[in-house]
Structures are given as structure tokens and as C-alpha cells.
């Protein structure tokens, strides 16, 4: 099992910045693909972001939402055991409940042809106001 802790959230006016960190812990041998989900309020949860390391991959790689490129970066530090979505130039409509997620596959096919993760955080909610 692998757990995953969440922080980072707040409220910020739109144009501004955020960092979420998503801390995990347990079987990390077994992660190789994570990614960062949202949630607002009345709609369906949605992945924005992806990243996956080089182990038995082939290559490591990211991977965006239409939504959020070019002004999300996701990122990885394997030392301190951490994920990172780095947030610039906020928006209203990215207010939601952010989750980060993770999960192991032996090919990046097997991972990326499957929407379901089964590692989660609890979220942190982002507040992005006018």
C-alpha cells in the first residue's frame, strides 16, 4: 500500500500561484505513474496532469490537460519522496478539490490505457477567485 498526503491548497486571486505537494510513503518501489486530478463542485472528477518515471518504461514523461498546459508543470522528487503541481496563472474555473494519485504497471501502455488509480490522496482544495 501507498499512502498519499496532500498540501499546498489556499485562495488566491486570479493571475496568481499556487504549489501543491503530494508527500507519499509505504511501497514506493511499486509507483512509477502519478498524476494530479481535480474535482469542483456539481461536475466530474477530472485528470489534469500525469508524469511517469524511466523504470521499466522506457523513458520518463509528462503529460497535461488542454485546460492547464502551459501554465501547470507537474514534477517529481524521488529524495524527498514528494510530487509537486505547480499552478501559475490561476484561474476561477481551476477552483476545485485536488487529489493526487498513484499506481504501478508494468508498461507505460498498461498505465496509460486505464483511468483508475489505486493510491489516493485526501485532496486540497484550491480557491481561485476574480
Known amino acids: 500500500q501507498v499512502q498519499l498526503v496532500e498540501s499546498g491548497g489556499g485562495s488566491v486571486q486570479a493571475g496568481g500561484s499556487l504549489r501543491l505537494s503530494c508527500r507519499y510513503s509505504g511501497y514506493t518501489a511499486s509507483i512509477n505513474y502519478m498524476a494530479w486530478f481535480r474535482q469542483a463542485p456539481g461536475k466530474k472528477r477530472e485528470g489534469i496532469a500525469t508524469?511517469?518515471?524511466?523504470?521499466?518504461?522506457?523513458?520518463?514523461?509528462?503529460s497535461y490537460r488542454d485546460s492547464v498546459k502551459g501554465r501547470f508543470t507537474i514534477s517529481q522528487d524521488n529524495a524527498k519522496n514528494t510530487l509537486y503541481l505547480q499552478m501559475n496563472s490561476l484561474k476561477p474555473e481551476d477552483t476545485a478539490m485536488y487529489y493526487c494519485?498513484?499506481?504501478?504497471?508494468?508498461?507505460?501502455?498498461?498505465?496509460?490505457?486505464?483511468?483508475?488509480?489505486?493510491?489516493w490522496g485526501q485532496g486540497t482544495q484550491v480557491t481561485v477567485s476574480s
Open positions: 508524469i511517469w518515471t524511466g523504470g521499466g518504461f522506457g523513458g520518463a514523461g509528462t
Open positions: 494519485a498513484a499506481k504501478g504497471c508494468d508498461s507505460y501502455r498498461t498505465c496509460a490505457a486505464s483511468a483508475e488509480y489505486d493510491n
